[in-house]
T-cell receptor
């Protein structure tokens, strides 16, 4: 059974601190996606990681992909309140299916 | 450019009623899909379609039907609603490069469904 697991599920952190969210998946996937969801809203794309070793950065967020370890990380640098949201990773195991992780709910405290 | 449009935004059904959730896209994407989002479960794939006339099941298809007669529309039908189908439903599209998604998915705004 394909599993996409994120940890932690919940994260409460102080503004200015750094933290990393982990996404582990159980089957082969050359690509990995990160999304953000604000409460009551839809999902918006953050990063598309298309190959092993890919690293992308946007503002205070940086995502990386290790396909051999089946692991992606989303690193938060010097968190600010506006980053409070739920973050999802997703993989495509190559069979027209787009499978999401359980989500990490991030709360940044002022 | 509307992108992906879902209707309705909110719906309350009684157990046993039927309804159709609508999803329309103007992005000319071949791939469309339906997800349900439940607390602590992430998004789970219900059904998907890789083009007009082609549909297939996802992780949790039971209780739902789909059809794809045009590229633009991908309705999701609940034939006999049950309380377990209370959820937030998202429609998504993306271009599909062969068998693997080449870009991110684009989501509708969601339909919050309550079955009582």
């Amino acid at each position: 059974e394909l599993k996409v697991e994120q940890n932690p599920l919940f994260l409460s952190m102080q503004e200015g601190k750094n933290y990393t969210i982990y996404c582990n998946y159980s089957t082969t996937s050359d690509r990995l996606y990160w999304y953000r969801q604000d409460p009551g809203k839809s999902l918006e794309s953050l990063f598309v990681l298309l190959s092993n070793g890919a690293v992308k950065q946007e503002g205070r967020l940086m995502a990386s992909l290790d396909t051999k370890a089946r692991l992606s990380t989303l690193h938060i640098t010097a968190a600010v309140h506006d980053l409070s949201a739920t973050y999802f990773c997703a993989v495509t195991p190559g069979t027209y299916k787009y499978i999401f992780g359980t989500g990490t709910r991030l709360k940044v405290l002022a | 450019n509307a992108g992906v449009t879902q209707t309705p935004k909110f719906q309350v059904l009684k157990t046993g009623q039927s309804m159709t959730l609508q999803c329309a896209q103007d992005m000319n994407h071949e791939y469309m899909s339906w997800y349900r989002q439940d607390p602590g479960m992430g998004l789970r794939l219900i059904h998907y379609s890789v083009g007009a006339g082609i549909t297939d099941q996802g992780e949790v298809p039971n209780g739902y039907n789909v059809s794809r007669s045009t590229t633009e529309d991908f309705p999701l039908r609940l034939l006999s609603a049950a309380p377990s189908q209370t959820s937030v439903y998202f429609c998504a599209t993306h271009p599909w490069g062969g068998e693997v998604a080449s870009t991110e998915a684009f989501f509708g705004q969601g339909t919050r469904l309550t079955v009582v």
